[in-house]
Each structure stands twice: as structure tokens, then as C-alpha cells.
């Protein structure tokens, strides 16, 4: 079952602009993964961010973790043409390892 | 970094006959491989677990004599779809963990679409 929601399903901003998609999840977890998929391909890691984690940098990325509120939030600075793809929030619950995955964000960034 | 790759890449099929597809963790041993399946425009839907020399185990709603797992080894499993009808038609993902910890990604490999006619 899909344990994580996205918001917005799809974003559409201006190449330089920031964005920001948001993951809701329901159980508690031991971490919450970002994963990036380009129209028909496999998923490329993002990031991960550790339950006992608030916030976490890479880059050009920023992840919160709010494990208060079950949610968690990917943005993206200064985006660029290239990071147009649908990008996707996965819980670890333990477990064996299984990841649950979001619904997703479909994100074009226009140039 | 960690490579996964899957073969093949896109396979076309007539209903009723059985499509296999490889999942290889090129640079790593995987303790434990995914299969997960996607819709268009869907999210991933785990399908089931593969660890190395035991059964795989399967999400509930998942067939497993419908979709049959083989891990034969630390770097390769293979899924297999049996009798396949149209609506098996669909994106095939796997991936591969490694490590012993929760904390570890897990690496995905490029996918397969299948297209049953």
C-alpha cells in the first residue's frame, strides 16, 4: 500500500525559481529517501534523511524531516531546465529494508 | 557509485507466453533485490523481495506463481512473468541493496518495459 502522498501532484516554474514538493507518510520510519525518475527510466537517489534528522543539504537540495508531522520536504534552488522529472519520497519502516513510495511530483521547469 | 542494470530493456510479447527479466548489481553483492512495478505516470509498487538462496517474498495482491523470482545469486535476480496477458503490460523496476543496515539506498536499476499484445 502506498504509505507516502505528494503535494503538488505537478509543478510547472521558471528556470531560476525554487521548488518545493512536499511528502506525507503515516507510520513512523527509520529514514525517508528522495528519489528523482526521468520520463521512463529508473530511479536516481537523491538524498536521505535519517529519522533522528531535521534537515539535510546536497547540493542544490534541501530536505526537512518533521517526524511530528509525518512529513517531509524536497527543495530544489535555483532550478534548472534539466531538473524537469517526476520526483518521488520513500519511507524505510524497517523491516527488511522495503521502501514505500509517494504518489510523486511531476516537475517541469521551463526555460 | 553502485551500477544496477536490467535486461532487457523493452520486450514485446504475445499473450500466453513467459517473459524473463534480469536484474544484475554490476559493482556490489546485494544482500537483498526489489521488484517493483509502475503504471504510466504512477508511483512504484513493490511487488516483492528477493534475498539470495531463499524464497522471495511477495507483497499481498501479488501472484507468485504468476511472477516468479529466482535469486540465484549476490548479483543477480531474475523475474520472471508468466502467461503474460495484456494487462501485465507495464514498467519494471528493479533494485538492489547493499549492506546490512536499514540505513543503506537502495540502487535501482533502468527498468524494463513490457508490452504484452
Known amino acids: 500500500s502506498q504509505q507516502g502522498e505528494e503535494d503538488p501532484q505537478a509543478l510547472s516554474i521558471q528556470e531560476g525559481e525554487n521548488a518545493t514538493m512536499n511528502c506525507s507518510y503515516k507510520?513512523?520510519?527509520?529514514?525517508l529517501q528522495w528519489y528523482r525518475q526521468n520520463s521512463g527510466r529508473g530511479l536516481v537517489h537523491l538524498i536521505l534523511?535519517?529519522?533522528?534528522?531535521r534537515e539535510k543539504h546536497s547540493g542544490r537540495l534541501r530536505v526537512t524531516l518533521d517526524t511530528s508531522k509525518k512529513s517531509s520536504s524536497l527543495l530544489i534552488t535555483a532550478s534548472r531546465a534539466a531538473d524537469t522529472a517526476s520526483y518521488f519520497c520513500?519511507?524505510?519502516?524497517?523491516?527488511?529494508?522495503?521502501?514505500?513510495f509517494g504518489t510523486g511530483t511531476q516537475l517541469k521547469v521551463e526555460l | 557509485g553502485a551500477v544496477v542494470s536490467q535486461h532487457p530493456s523493452r520486450v514485446i510479447c504475445k499473450s500466453g507466453t513467459s517473459v524473463k527479466i534480469e536484474c544484475r548489481s554490476l559493482?556490489?553483492?546485494?544482500?537483498?533485490m526489489f521488484w517493483y512495478r509502475q503504471f504510466p505516470k504512477k508511483s512504484l509498487m513493490l511487488m516483492a523481495t528477493s534475498n539470495e538462496g531463499s524464497k522471495a517474498t511477495y507483497e499481498q495482491g501479488v501472484e507468485k506463481d504468476k511472477f516468479l523470482i529466482n535469486h540465484a545469486s549476490l548479483t543477480l535476480s531474475t523475474l520472471t512473468v508468466t502467461s503474460a496477458h495484456p494487462e501485465d503490460s507495464s514498467f519494471y523496476i528493479c533494485?538492489?541493496?547493499?549492506?546490512?543496515?536499514?540505513?543503506?539506498?537502495?540502487?535501482f536499476g533502468p527498468g524494463t518495459r513490457l508490452l504484452v499484445l
Open positions: 534523511i535519517r529519522s533522528n534528522e
Open positions: 559493482d556490489f553483492q546485494a544482500t537483498t
Open positions: 533494485s538492489a541493496h547493499r549492506g546490512l543496515g536499514s540505513q543503506e539506498t537502495q540502487y
Open positions: 507510520t513512523s520510519i527509520n529514514n
Open positions: 520513500a519511507t524505510n519502516t524497517g523491516g527488511g529494508n522495503k521502501l514505500t
